[in-house]
């Protein structure tokens, strides 16, 4: 009787964690699940293995892996002052994060382009259909980044920044994005999983290609997935 009581207790915490996830809500946002704090790869692991990765296996990644991707991004890590996982000058946070989910990608997300909204741990879909190959094309036709099943980009508002900082801030939100990008690396080896680092791509065409707005400047993209097995 305990037994099967500790089993409905868990499947309605499963059912009730879960519900919502995938979901377009209000506004258009669909909520992520909880990061996790804890995991089993040491931080010294994940650095030592970390590689830049060209070559993806098909395999979808699942929401909870994508939602603890952001948060390594961008996510809230103190509540009280908002401060997010990557420091910030002046915690100004001129970056902004994008996920181009290919189809089949994520496992129950439609293909498209989702923005991260670090207040609610949540994702906008503001582009539908898979863009990997219109942005992989726009990065000088480095088409291996397509095979990817999500790639991030990492986006620039200047204007939060150098309108305390000036020219100086410009400078600031290129720091920052190293440190969001180290920490995606990190995460993805933590998750079993791989990430690339493109640098070399058309800015103009990859900002269109995932549909932000013209203040939003791309910095760097990263494509993540399962390292392909020889
Ligand atoms: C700012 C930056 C831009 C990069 N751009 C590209 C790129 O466009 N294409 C690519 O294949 N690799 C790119 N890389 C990855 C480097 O080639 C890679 O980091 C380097 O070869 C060292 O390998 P590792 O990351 O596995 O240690 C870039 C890396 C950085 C930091």
Same mark, same amino acid.
């Given at each position: 009787?305990?037994?099967?009581?500790?089993?409905?207790?868990?499947?309605?915490?499963?059912? #009730?964690?879960?519900?919502?996830?995938?979901?377009?809500?209000?506004?258009?946002?669909?909520?992520?699940?909880?990061?996790?704090?804890?995991? /089993?790869?040491?931080?010294?692991? &994940?650095?030592?293995?970390?590689?830049?990765?060209?070559?993806?296996?098909?395999?979808?990644?699942?929401?909870?892996?994508?939602?603890?991707?952001?948060?390594?991004?961008?996510?809230?890590?103190?509540?009280?002052?908002?401060?997010?996982?990557?420091?910030?000058?002046?915690? #100004?946070?001129? *970056?902004?994060?994008?996920?181009?989910?290919?189809?089949?990608?994520?496992?129950?997300?439609?293909?498209?382009?989702?923005?991260?909204?670090?207040?609610?741990?949540?994702?906008?879909?503001?582009?539908?259909?898979?863009?990997?190959?219109?942005?992989?094309? &726009?990065? *000088?036709?480095?088409?291996?980044?397509?095979?990817?099943?999500?790639?991030?980009?990492?986006?620039?508002?200047?204007?939060?920044?150098?309108? /305390?900082?000036?020219?100086?801030?410009?400078?600031?939100?290129?720091?920052?994005?190293?440190?969001?990008?180290?920490?995606?690396? *990190?995460?993805?080896?933590?998750?079993?999983?791989?990430?690339?680092?493109?640098?070399?791509?058309?800015?103009?065409?990859?900002?269109?290609?995932?549909?932000?707005?013209?203040?939003? /400047?791309? #910095?760097?993209?990263?494509?993540?997935?399962? /390292?392909?097995?020889?």
């Amino acid at each position: 009787m305990k037994q099967s009581l500790k089993w409905l207790f868990f499947l309605v915490s499963l059912a #009730l964690a879960t519900h919502g996830w995938g979901k377009v809500g209000e506004k258009g946002f669909i909520r992520l699940p909880n990061p996790a704090y804890d995991g /089993k790869v040491s931080v010294e692991e &994940a650095i030592k293995e970390r590689r830049t990765i060209r070559d993806f296996g098909p395999k979808p990644l699942t929401m909870v892996q994508l939602s603890q991707l952001f948060w390594s991004a961008q996510g809230i890590t103190d509540g009280r002052s908002g401060f997010r996982a990557a420091p910030s000058g002046g915690a #100004l946070y001129p *970056l902004d994060v994008y996920a181009i989910v290919g189809e089949g990608g994520v496992e129950g997300l439609q293909p498209g382009v989702y923005h991260y909204q670090p207040a609610s741990h949540s994702v906008q879909l503001v582009r539908k259909g898979d863009r990997r190959k219109e942005v992989a094309s &726009a990065s *000088l036709w480095q088409m291996w980044m397509a095979r990817a099943p999500v790639i991030f980009v990492i986006t620039s508002e200047y204007e939060r920044i150098t309108r /305390k900082y000036g020219k100086r801030g410009i400078r600031y939100a290129q720091i920052e994005v190293g440190h969001v990008g180290q920490n995606i690396f *990190l995460q993805s080896g933590a998750l079993g999983l791989g990430a690339g680092i493109v640098g070399a791509f058309r800015d103009d065409r990859v900002a269109k290609g995932i549909g932000a707005p013209t203040a939003h /400047k791309p #910095l760097i993209i990263m494509p993540v997935g399962y /390292k392909k097995l020889d």
